[in-house]
């Protein structure tokens, strides 16, 4: 997954332009989807491409059951809700999607947690957020409360997939973002893996942003990714 993380529109254009060809999911995350709005997505759909949106759904059960009603009309594959919503804003969500399908609309989207954010340190999990225990005991209790609400998994580091993979099984589906190839720059990630990596511990799939959209060269960044992956 190509994360497009750009203020605006041109700026994706000019990256999926250099990457025509490749065969990947698009994820678009908040400031993307408030600058240019769902028909950006809709754009990206009807140029054959996968689309996670990545807004990160906390709030009333209510306002998320509309929430998910709209971006599964708007043709999304894959979007978010942060489990630290608790089960009955997740299975809202889930209420959201069911509706949206039985007004006619065909494409069913995948739903997964968030878990705890790869930025995320054990001080600051601890110390501001407030929650005790380990960051990856509080990702398996949050993966856990996902799967009994429906959800078809979670977004956690590569870290913590093994873990949720034996306690909610193979199928409960992981992305793994905190994705950065041998040598990249760590940015604001703390918890962290290459691309093959990560793939080794079982996720589903990487989400990769600045070392590609970065790059000189984004397309032979995200080419030498896939080769890194493919070896």
């Known amino acids: 997954m190509v994360a497009l993380d750009y203020p605006g529109a041109a700026e994706a254009r000019q990256l999926i332009e250099a990457l025509k060809g490749i065969p990947c999911y ?42 998910s009603e709209s971006v599964t009309r708007l043709g999304v594959d894959m979007f978010n809700v942060h489990a630290a919503g608790g089960k009955q804003m997740m299975e809202a969500a889930l209420e959201g999607v069911d509706k949206a399908l039985g007004s006619g609309h065909t494409t069913k989207p995948i739903v997964i947690g968030v ?13 501001e957020i407030g929650i005790s225990g380990s960051v990856e005991e509080a990702v398996l209790r949050y993966a856990r409360l996902a799967q009994s609400a429906g959800l078809h998994g979670v977004v956690a580091s590569p870290l913590e997939v ?62 030498a990714i896939i080769q890194s992956v493919s070896q």
């Open 115 to 127: 878990t705890q954010l790869t930025s995320t340190s054990l001080t600051v999990m601890n110390e």
């Open 26 to 67: 698009m994820k678009v995350g908040m400031q993307l989807f408030y600058s240019a709005g769902p028909e950006f997505v809709t754009s990206l759909k009807e140029q054959g491409y996968k689309v996670f949106l990545d807004v990160k759904m906390h709030d009333i059960p209510n306002t998320v059951k509309g929430g």
């Open 162 to 223: 093994i873990r949720i993979k034996e306690a909610c099984g193979s199928g409960f589906i992981t992305v793994t973002p905190g994705i950065r190839p041998a040598g990249a720059d760590m940015g604001d990630q703390t918890r962290v893996m290459t691309p093959p990596e990560a793939f080794e511990q079982g996720t589903d799939y990487i989400v990769i942003g600045r070392p590609i959209t970065a790059a000189k060269d984004p397309r032979a960044a995200l080419e």
